[in-house]
């Protein structure tokens, strides 16, 4: 969420309305000194260990050649950017988050985002509910009943990355079209009769595959890959 879809926002006396950040084009927010920019809302992203997670982008914005700044994270330095290397993505924590892109001492662009989360013991705002899924045995099924997808973790030589991956396959339970994902990615279509499973290869840390039948409905499912899982 950007700060400027906050309704407080409009009630802020004229000062605090000059500190706040701006909106630039689409997908971006200048600070306040004019000289940094984040995104404009967070997305969901793959972490390289913690797997889908929230994130955003921030930095400098427009920078001379010899600009730079510390990228901030509630307070703490994750990050430097320069002319070179303008930007750099920021993971947010649970809850509100104020990202900064510090240019001194005294300038100091903030910018706020809320990735709460919704239902209880969810591990970040990216993961979906699935509790409603039911578990039969070495395979869960959702609550759609269109497809299932196989519990334990394999393990296989995946072509695309050239290196043994975890893996689970995905079924179609009837002949469902299901447009198939992973991580926010398209992977496949199945149509329970000349398509009827994939393989879903899965990143270390956690990861979400749905399977969506049009608008109709979208299947959900969450597996949680530990560093190592196939060497």
Not at 207 to 220: C, F, K, M, P, R
Not at 224 to 231: F, K, L, S, T, Y
């Given at each position: 969420?950007?700060?400027?879809?906050?309704?407080?926002?409009?009630?802020?006396?004229?000062?605090?309305?000059?500190?706040?950040?701006?909106?630039?084009?689409?997908?971006?927010?200048?600070?306040?000194?004019?000289?940094?920019?984040?995104?404009?809302?967070?997305?969901?992203?793959?972490?390289?260990?913690?797997?889908?997670?929230?994130?955003?982008?921030?930095?400098?914005?427009?920078?001379?050649?010899?600009?730079?700044?510390?990228?901030?994270?509630?307070?703490?330095?994750?990050?430097?950017?320069?002319?070179?290397?303008?930007?750099?993505?920021?993971?947010?924590?649970?809850?509100?988050?104020?990202?900064?892109?510090?240019?001194?001492?005294?300038?100091?662009?903030?910018?706020?985002?809320?990735?709460?989360?919704?239902?209880?013991?969810?591990?970040?705002?990216?993961?979906?509910?699935?509790?409603?899924?039911?578990?039969?045995?070495?395979?869960?099924?959702?609550?759609?009943?269109?497809?299932?997808?196989?519990?334990?973790?394999?393990?296989?030589?995946?072509?695309?990355?050239?290196?043994n991956q975890a893996f689970v396959n995905l079924f179609d339970n009837g002949t469902w079209l299901l447009n198939v994902s992973v991580n926010g990615v398209p992977l496949t279509q199945l149509n329970g009769t000349t398509r009827r499973s994939v393989p879903v290869?899965?990143?270390?840390?956690?990861?979400?595959?749905?399977?969506?039948?049009?608008?109709?409905?979208?299947?959900?499912?969450?597996?949680?890959?530990?560093?190592?899982?196939?060497?």
């Open positions: 969420m950007s700060v400027l879809s906050s309704p407080w926002l409009r009630r802020l006396p004229l000062a605090a309305l000059l500190a706040a950040p701006l909106l630039a084009s689409a997908g971006i927010q200048i600070g306040a000194s004019g000289k940094t920019f984040a995104s404009d809302a967070w997305a969901c992203a793959l972490h390289p260990t913690r797997g889908y997670a929230p994130r955003v982008e921030a930095g400098l914005y427009q920078p001379a050649p010899t600009a730079n700044a510390k990228v901030l994270l509630n307070g703490q330095r994750v990050a430097t950017v320069d002319a070179i290397t303008p930007s750099a993505p920021v993971w947010l924590a649970n809850g509100l988050n104020s990202v900064g892109v510090k240019l001194s001492k005294k300038a100091n662009d903030t910018f706020g985002f809320d990735a709460a989360l919704t239902w209880p013991n969810q591990p970040n705002a990216c993961i979906p509910d699935t509790r409603a899924n039911t578990v039969a045995g070495d395979l869960e099924t959702a609550v759609s009943g269109k497809s299932s997808a196989v519990v334990p973790l394999g393990c296989a030589f995946n072509p695309a990355t050239g290196r290869y899965l990143a270390t840390g956690l990861n979400v595959i749905t399977a969506a039948n049009g608008t109709l409905s979208v299947d959900a499912y969450v597996r949680d890959v530990p560093a190592g899982q196939c060497p």
